[in-house]
């Protein structure tokens, strides 16, 4: 004789059914760079914006009109690690010459005078170079340690991407391949460093003006001008969050007004902050009317 069939159980009333059933998550919070650690820009206004700081295992770019205040945020960075959760160096690698050593210096804490022994300075003066140092750092990062007297390295910054570009490539669709070929080797060698070793990786970019359209690239205006950050809709895809600093000029006055907005982020949805460039470094602007 075939036993019974078991019962099905009781229908469970909806609270306890709550309890047993998974919640429905925010996928963007499962995404890396939201649960890594992050690297503060030492004003509060402007973490605010971008949740925290920018966020290891992940490549953030800076894009800017000259003199908008990339250079000066990444020295200020290069500065803040040491004495951030991350106690980390920073590998600051530059195309642009000669590096700003002087204004490195001037922003410098001189309670600390050791903080220098944690910026690592390379120049890059070609694409095929910044390969050559982005290999040499992976060894570097894999075989930390080796003076006692040092932080690991957690930052990387290139300053600047565009610089490495300005010759040596045309227009022509042989240069236009090679040019993205390097665009994607570059890329995933910095995403590999940021991953792989839990790194900040910062790059920064020029603009240049747009005439007509934007091919899907990002457009913001700045000084008057629709601008767009270089090397164009290629580069865009290479990394993981774009910042667009930009500046407006009230011809009468002759001041300055600075913004930092998020451009993309997979993480943080778009906004803005204004903020000053003063001699101790980068700080944002309450805006009127708040603080």
């Known amino acids: ?22 919640r429905p998550e925010n996928p963007l919070l499962l995404l890396p760079s939201c649960r890594a650690a992050k690297l503060s820009l030492g004003c509060p206004l402007l973490d ?25 945020l990444c020295l ?8 951030s959760p991350l106690s980390a160096s920073a590998l600051f690698l530059h195309s642009d010459l000669p590096f700003p050593l002087h204004r490195l210096r001037g922003l410098a804490p001189k309670s600390r ?21 982005l290999s040499r750092a992976q060894r570097l990062l894999a075989h930390p340690g080796r003076s006692p ?6 930052l990387i910054i290139l300053d600047s991407i565009a610089s490495l570009f300005r010759a040596d490539f045309d227009a022509s669709p042989a240069d236009l391949k090679r040019r993205s070929a390097l665009f994607f080797q570059i890329s995933a060698k910095l995403k590999e460093l940021a991953y792989r070793h839990h790194c900040v990786v910062v790059v920064t970019n020029q603009v240049v003006d747009v005439v007509e359209g934007n091919a899907g690239n990002t457009v913001a205006w700045s ?14 895809n290479c990394v993981n969050t774009r ?20 451009a993309f982020a997979p993480h943080l949805p778009e906004r803005a902050c204004e ?10 602007v309450e805006p009127a009317g708040e603080g």
Not at 114 to 119: A, C, E, G, R, S
Not at 275 to 284: A, L, M, T
């Open 76 to 83: 200020q960075l290069a500065l803040l690690a040491p004495q």
């Open 113 to 133: 005078p050791d903080i220098l022994d944690h910026v690592l300075v390379a120049a890059a003066h070609s694409p095929t170079d910044l390969l050559s140092l």
């Open 149 to 154: 007297h040092r932080l690991p390295i957690r």
């Open 243 to 262: 910042l667009f600093l930009t500046r407006e000029v009230d011809g009468a006055s002759g001041t300055e007004r600075r913004r930092m907005k998020v």
């Open 48 to 72: 605010r914006i971008l949740s925290g700081g920018l966020p290891a295992a992940s490549v953030t770019e800076i894009a800017e009109e000259s003199a908008s205040g990339n250079t000066h």
């Open 223 to 236: 000084s008057g001008r629709r601008v767009s950050p270089a090397l164009g809709i290629a580069w865009a």
């Open 275 to 284: 903020f000053v460039i003063r001699r101790d470094g980068v700080f944002g």
């Open 1 to 22: 004789m075939r036993p019974p069939a078991p019962k099905p159980p009781a229908a469970s009333s909806s609270s306890s059914y709550s309890l047993r059933e998974p």
